[in-house]
């Protein structure tokens, strides 16, 4: 090789540089060469060099790691640890120390007390931080120092398992925990002893789990000075540094007070409902009231549960004195009340007087707000904190019609909320108990209209037995526009008419009085069936009537039983014989009454024989909800048979159909005539 003279200075140079460069380089690979793990950092913490000891450590391979933060390699949990150690390091020539947590090549995080020191890079003399993992194995109780903090400041219980011992170490953490493990190790098997019997399950997956970390799960653990107690618990697998022997942290928290709080809160929470539901209940019932009775009714056995008071009252105003009724948890003598006129100067006749209730929490301020008054006899006679809430039962903007009394067997506190609540349904009450008087009225008023419809049955007929039966729809007022009717006709035959006018109100009984009246006045002129039906037809169609009806009339002589009967789109009679038997006879006719003008009604003549009974029934007592008219024809005929075939008179017959067309709980309104030759 052939070297030139003024190449010789610069060759020189570069083998003088190479023998100072090769043994630094040499140091560096030192440091990376130990067991532990180790790297080399940039002051921003990315990693320039690292160990495979390091890698395994981070749980990556060495060129995945290379130009990643450190930092960000490490759980999330750490960064704030790694970044002050790196900066503590880098801006300072002392040794900074902490303990990292590192995820670990498998399932178990590996804890260790990793250095870090400043140092220079040879080349560039560029300023680095060299970082590694020191032996912990005369002291891994340094280890735990962090994992011990961190426990204390979130208020948790901190203990440790050493599967190979098969025994728990508590470690401290919060205080109040500490007496969950009066000993500092207890064996497992004392631990599953202390564990509730239905829990054991849950503790098996706590223990040896092979996971990293555990879901929380809860336990109930019982503990000597305290009874049950209720832990939520979490475990985690870590390794004590770099090689170190597996264990199993657990993080604890007693929830004990924390679940007495919830169940506390459940039963108000339960409590609240059920009151709402009571509330509820309550309103519901009122405004469902059909009746004065009801009324009371509802409010006598609900009024006291509903506001958690010992007893309750009523008291209704007729004229100027009180009515008053009590439930049985009421300790008052009402005689003495119902003597109280409402001019007295007392609680009850002033909140009914003014509409302004009385809420009196107990003795002492009944007689502070009250001194010349007594409310009853007898309260200063008993206990001092007896307490009382009255309020009264006002439609909005009427005077009262009463009051009701709520009692209290101690003092009694009313909230707003309760007393607002109190007051509104006072003034439910007050309104049912108004729509219950106005309907009351108007139902004596129905029946008042609807008795002097019914027609009066011609009494001792020769040869013959009659009787009729009616009851009104259950739908509106007791009133409706079924009718029947009897009479003796000039020639001396009887004439009997079952009909049905459309509707079940006032307007369906005035109409219906209307037909009845106009078929007995055409009745006195003509002499048979077909022809009245034909003539009502002519008047309701001229009338324009806004409604129809259906009808059946029959002409019985009484002599010889001769019948002649036509109908207008009414119900089949019944024909029922004393040997039992019956038939089911569909009398000829035309349309219902005030439909069809010039509608012609034939008739049909047949004989009634002796002992046995004519049925005219209205479609009510033969169709309802779960009925077809031929099979309530069928059963009506059945009964009226057997009681004819029983010796039963007619008026006995009579009932016994009317109540099983009741029984059966049909809607409409029901009438029953019947005639019998005896």
Known sequence: MHIRYEDIPNIIEEAVLVYVR?????????????????????????????????????????????????????????????????????????????????????????????????????????????????????DRGGLLIPFRLAARAANLGLCMYSPRERELEWLGGAPPLAALFPKAFISLSEVVRRVHPDDRGALRRLVPSMVARSPWIRLRFFTEYDGWRLLVCQTRRVLLGYGGPERVFGVIRDDSKREARRRRALVALSAERQRADEIAAFSSAVMTAVTEQEVRQVVLTRLAATFGGSGAALALVTKDRLCICTDAGIPLPVAAVQSLRLDARSPLPYVIRTGEPQFIRNQADYIRRWPHGAMVPYFDQLDTGYAISITPLSPAGEQPLGAWLVTYDSEHRSSPDERALMCTLADLAGQALKRVRLQEARVELAAALQQTMLPTLPEHLPGLEVAARYRPSRDGLDIGGDWYDAFVMPDGAIALEIGDMQGHDVDAAAAMGQV??????????????????????????????????????????????????????????????????????????????????????????????????????????????????????????????????????AEETADLILDDAVAENHLDDVAVLIIRRT
């Open 22 to 138: 090769e043994p630094q380089m040499d140091a560096w690979d030192e440091l990376l060469r130990r067991p532990t793990p180790s790297a080399l950092l940039t002051l921003g913490g990315a990693i320039l060099r690292l160990n495979a000891a390091m890698a395994r450590a981070l749980g990556r391979s060495v060129e995945q790691c290379v130009g990643r933060g450190f930092g960000d390699l490490l759980p999330a949990s750490e960064l704030a640890a790694v970044e002050s150690l790196v900066a503590h390091a880098a801006r300072t020539n002392t040794v900074a120390m902490r303990v990292l947590e590192f995820p670990g090549p498998g399932a178990a995080s590996v804890v260790c007390l990793v250095e870090a020191r400043h140092v220079n890079d040879p080349i560039g003399g560029e300023p680095l931080v060299w970082v590694h993992s020191l032996d912990a194995g005369n």
């Open 516 to 649: 009845r009246a106009s078929m007995r006045a055409i009745a006195a002129h003509e002499p048979d069936p077909a022809t009245v039906l034909t003539r009502t037809n002519e008047l309701l169609v001229t009338m324009d009537a806004a409604r129809f009806a259906s009808c059946t009339m029959l002409h019985i002589d009484p002599g010889d039983g001769r019948v002649t009967g036509a109908s207008a789109g009414h119900v089949p009679l019944l024909y029922a014989r004393d040997d039992g038997s019956h038939s089911i006879r569909e009398l000829p006719g035309g349309p219902v009454l005030g439909v069809l003008p010039d509608a012609d009604y034939p008739e049909e003549t047949f004989t009634l024989d002796k002992n046995a009974a004519l049925v005219m029934v209205t479609d009510g007592v033969v169709e309802g909800p779960t009925l077809t008219l031929d099979a309530g024809l069928e059963r009506a005929g059945t009964l009226a048979a057997q009681a004819v075939h029983d010796g039963l008179n």
